[in-house]
């Protein structure tokens, strides 16, 4: 059974802090890695996406990629209190793209102001 | 944008009633998806789809069956709705080849309570 594990959390941290994001998958196969954003009684929205191993900033966040370790984190920097929602981290199982991705459970971020 | 809409967004049903859950999507993707979602449990595949007559059992297809007569139109359909079936579920969709980074793109989730 191939799987993506999350802390659930809640995660909390106070404005302005770094916001640290983990998860990691069973499938060494796999390569592609998402993580979702998904505001309370709103569906699962993509922030970022990353391929290889190393970092990948966009803005505020970056994701960081080790496939020797089954890793994948999210930083969310300057975090703010819209930042404040559960973020899903997806993997791609399969070598080739349009497959379903397999969600982890998610971790609950509070960033209080 | 990509458009993906789901009929409904809350629906309400009594225990046995047959149930149907539509989502059409406007940018011509070829694989269509249906998750649920539950507190603790995360977003579970039911089904998906790969083309216009095609499925696949996602990991939990029990209790639900799909239908995808025309390619931008995706439907879940509860046979004999039970209470363990009241969840949020969610459509995606994605194109593929060339133009597919893995990225799915959701609706806006449609809500069932089975009473």
């Known amino acids: 059974q191939k799987e993506v594990e999350q802390n659930s959390g809640p995660l909390s941290v106070p404005e302005g802090a770094i916001a640290s994001l983990n998860c990691t998958y069973s499938?060494?196969?796999?390569?592609?890695f998402f993580w979702y954003r998904q505001y309370s009684g709103k569906s699962p929205e993509l922030i970022m996406s990353i391929y290889s191993n190393g970092d990948k900033e966009d803005g505020r966040f970056t994701a960081q990629l080790n496939k020797a370790s089954q890793y994948v984190s999210l930083l969310i920097r300057d975090s703010q209190p819209s930042d404040s929602a559960t973020y899903l981290c997806?993997?791609?199982?399969?070598?080739?793209?349009?497959?379903?991705?397999?969600f982890g459970k998610g971790t609950t971020l509070s960033v209080s102001s | 944008d990509v458009k993906v809409t789901q009929s409904s967004r809350y629906l309400v049903k009594r225990t046995g009633e047959k149930v149907f859950l539509e989502c059409v999507q406007d940018m011509d993707h070829e694989n269509m998806f249906w998750y649920r979602q539950d507190p603790g449990l995360g977003l579970r595949l039911i089904y998906f789809?790969?083309?216009?007559?095609?499925?696949e059992k996602g990991d939990i297809p029990e209790g639900y069956s799909v239908s995808r007569e025309k390619k931008e139109r995706f439907s879940l359909i509860l046979e004999s709705a039970s209470t363990n079936q009241t969840s949020m579920y969610l459509c995606?969709?994605?194109?593929?080849?060339?133009?597919?980074?893995?990225?799915?793109?959701f609706g806006e989730g449609s809500r069932l309570t089975v009473l």
């Open positions: 997806a993997v791609n199982p399969m070598e080739q793209a349009g497959t379903a991705l397999i």
């Open positions: 789809s790969y083309d216009v007559k095609m499925k």
């Open positions: 499938d060494r196969v796999s390569q592609s």
């Open positions: 995606a969709s994605s194109p593929m080849g060339e133009l597919n980074t893995g990225e799915l793109f």
